[in-house]
Every structure is written in structure tokens, then in C-alpha cells.
């Protein structure tokens, strides 16, 4: 099994910046991607940004320019540094973790974006 521990969530005012990060740990053998997804109320889950063993790196057209994905492969993490924040950004993100085994995903962390 794969475990996956999320943290850095919380409440911003728009214009800020927040980080998330992303633990890997358990039966992880090899990493074919590490991304991270965003669920809001009422709306599917949705692609935020992903980025595979390579380093190749895709973004929602929502938060390109604004958001970056990077791994620690020594580490099995990876981040997410989110700037210019803005209330439409207000969701729980999921980090998701796919290997030749499967498809694994965190419990999620709420990302609040509010004056």
C-alpha cells in the first residue's frame, strides 16, 4: 500500500500564497507521476497540476503562471507553491500518486481563499 500525507493548507486572503506538500511512503516502487487535484463544492475533481518521473510538468490553464510543482524524489514528496491566490482557487486538494500498481490519493487538505 501506498500512503500519502498531506499538509500546508489553510486560510489565505486573495493575492496570497500558500504550499502545499505531499508525503509519499509504503509500497511505492517506482513513481510514474505525483500530481495534485482540487475538489470544490458542488464541482468534480479536477487536474491542477501534475508532474511525472521525468519532470515533465502539466497545469490547469486556471492556475498557470500562478502555481508551481516540483518533486524531492529523495524524499518521495512533492509541492505545491500556489501565489496570487484567488477566491475560485477555494477547493480541497488531493495529492494523487500513480505507479505501475495503481492510482493512490491523499485525504485532502482545504485550501480557503477569503477576505
Known amino acids: 500500500q501506498v500512503q500519502l500525507v498531506e499538509s500546508g493548507g489553510g486560510l489565505v486572503q486573495p493575492g496570497g500564497s500558500l504550499r502545499l506538500s505531499c508525503a509519499a511512503s509504503g509500497s511505492i516502487f517506482s513513481i510514474n507521476a505525483m500530481g495534485w487535484y482540487r475538489q470544490a463544492p458542488g464541482k468534480e475533481r479536477e487536474l491542477v497540476a501534475r508532474?511525472?518521473?521525468?519532470?515533465?510538468?502539466k497545469y490547469a490553464d486556471s492556475v498557470k503562471g500562478r502555481f508551481t510543482i516540483s518533486r524531492d524524489n529523495a524524499k518521495n514528496t512533492v509541492y505545491l507553491q500556489m501565489n496570487s491566490l484567488k477566491p475560485e482557487d477555494t477547493a480541497v486538494y488531493y495529492c494523487?500518486?500513480?505507479?505501475?500498481?495503481?492510482?493512490?490519493w491523499g485525504q485532502g487538505t482545504q485550501v480557503t481563499v477569503s477576505s
Open positions: 508532474i511525472t518521473s521525468g519532470t515533465i510538468t
Open positions: 494523487n500518486l500513480v505507479n505501475p500498481r495503481g492510482n493512490y
